[in-house]
């Protein structure tokens, strides 16, 4: 039976029990302020969060915000009944509130959550710092780049605790992959294949007509930029996490093939977003078919990493150290396909055999005892909990966070536009390879 993966595993993996046991706090220390040596400090604290929209996603944070103990939620605000109802069942003492304005305004708030449509967030968040409180966004943090760009530099200004809910950043598996590729295990990292694929009409069921656009506002473009905005997020911070390393460019296409039923965001995107040095992240996503699922696939010249499953390839096909030999079924296959096509045709050189994905078993990132029961959400929310507190904003991370819209709106426009795109020099920050540059 596999163990559950627990927190001091989870910590002992990344390198966070003895501060400097790991190498993996050079590429991402934020995670320190999980560290034992920090949370225990903190014992007794206590953050008092207000939470602006609790929708499904809302509420989803809540109930992790709710295993905190040191987090507690006074405040809700939503325009949306339902919601108000459900949300009182998880925290039935929190105050309620139509106006998110009158919810800032209230004292007893130190941080809000914003997991409102995508549109809202940004005035929200501005708000939200210029009235003194901490701030955790779910993604994608704004509607436009310039958007993205002005609330960055409003926490920059005000100096409060920033996030954003890319819960990748806190994912063991993803955490492990990374001290990995980092170290060189995999060689030179060449490119990064993203892809999410469902096959769902992303539509909710809505009690009254006048409540269409208020429900499925993921749909319609004027609350929402679809594919690109509620997916792409996740997956193109991992590939620039990956390579340390921001893209340049970006050309994209997309099309509304399947779910004609009156929505206007397009059910399938591709985008190819290159770097300077002419390597090259894609992205590409479908609402139509599932079969492929969610994966980045890291692809170094000696190995290929996939987080989402949690295992490791090495190019020369070992696993453990061992490798496996071909069946004796398809070795047998092959020579026959063999002497059928070339017995009469002059060809000199070695067997061949077809460049196509081997069946290799893989190797496992976190070790194949450990059952992973987390994706790294109850880690960002704790450590968001954590920086509260403290008052310190973990490095890096308002950065990482800020690209990951940056990228998925850039790609967003590409695909509109029909054009390919460079990145906007104003809209750069002094972070990894890219340099800002005012317009």
């Known amino acids: 039976m596999k163990k559950e993966l627990s927190r001091r595993d989870f910590l002992k993996s990344a390198g966070l029990i003895g501060l400097g046991a790991g190498t993996l706090l050079s590429t991402v220390p934020w995670m320190e302020a999980l560290a034992d040596e920090n949370t225990k400090k903190t014992i007794g604290e206590k953050v008092r969060i207000g939470i602006i929209g609790p929708g499904s996603r809302g509420r989803f944070l809540m109930n992790l915000i ?3 103990p040191k987090a507690e939620m006074v405040a809700i605000c939503d325009i949306y009944q339902p919601s108000i109802d459900k949300a009182l069942k998880i925290a039935p003492k929190a105050k309620v509130y139509n106006d998110y304005r009158k919810l800032l305004e209230d004292k007893e708030v130190d941080a809000v959550v914003i997991a409102t449509p995508l549109y809202r967030h940004y005035q929200m968040a501005m708000d939200s ?6 701030l955790f966004c779910e993604k994608s943090l704004s509607y436009t780049i310039a958007q993205c760009y002005d609330v960055y530099q409003k926490y920059k200004s005000t100096g409060r605790i920033f996030f954003v809910g890319q819960q990748r950043l806190f994912d063991p598996r993803y955490l492990k992959a990374m001290e990995m590729i980092h170290s060189g295990m995999f060689g030179e990292i060449q490119a990064v294949r993203a892809f999410w694929f469902r096959n769902g009409s992303w539509r909710n069921n809505v009690p009254d007509p006048s409540l269409e656009r208020q429900l499925n506002w993921r749909l319609y473009k004027e609350y929402s930029r679809g594919l690109m905005t509620e997916l792409g997020g996740h997956l193109l911070q991992v590939g620039t996490w990956a390579m340390q390393k921001l893209p340049e460019t970006v050309m994209g296409a997309g099309g509304l093939t399947y779910w004609k039923d009156g929505r206007e965001v397009d059910d ?8 300077d040095d002419g390597r090259r992240i ?6 139509s078919n599932k079969f492929y699922g969610l994966e980045e696939q890291i692809m170094g010249n000696l190995g290929t990493v996939e987080p989402e499953k949690g295992m490791y390839y090495f190019e020369d096909g070992t696993v453990n150290g061992v490798t496996p030999k071909p069946a004796a079924g398809f070795m047998q296959m092959m020579k026959d396909v063999q002497n059928q096509v070339f017995e009469k045709l002059p060809f000199a050189g070695t067997s061949w055999e077809p460049e196509v994905a081997k069946d290799v078993k893989g190797n496992y990132i976190m070790g194949e005892d450990y059952k992973i029961n987390t994706d790294g959400s109850q880690e960002l929310i704790n450590a968001f909990v954590e920086a509260v507190i403290t008052q310190k904003q973990p490095e890096r991370i308002a950065e990482e966070c800020y690209y990951a819209s940056a990228m998925v709106l850039l790609g967003y426009d ?10 906007p020099h104003e809209y750069r920050l002094n972070y990894l390879n890219h340099k800002h540059q005012a317009k």
């Not at 995107?269 to 770097?275: D, E, L, Q, R, T």
């Not at 894609?282 to 609402?287: D, G, K, Q």
Request: charged share 25%; aromatic share 10%; proline share 0%.
């Open 268 to 275: 399938n995107v591709s985008c190819i977003f290159s770097m």
């Open 414 to 423: 590409a695909i509109e536009q029909g054009k390919k795109l460079t990145f």
């Open 66 to 68: 709710k295993k905190n």
């Open 282 to 287: 894609t992205y590409e996503s479908v609402i």
């Open 129 to 134: 710092l210029d009235a003194g409180k901490d």
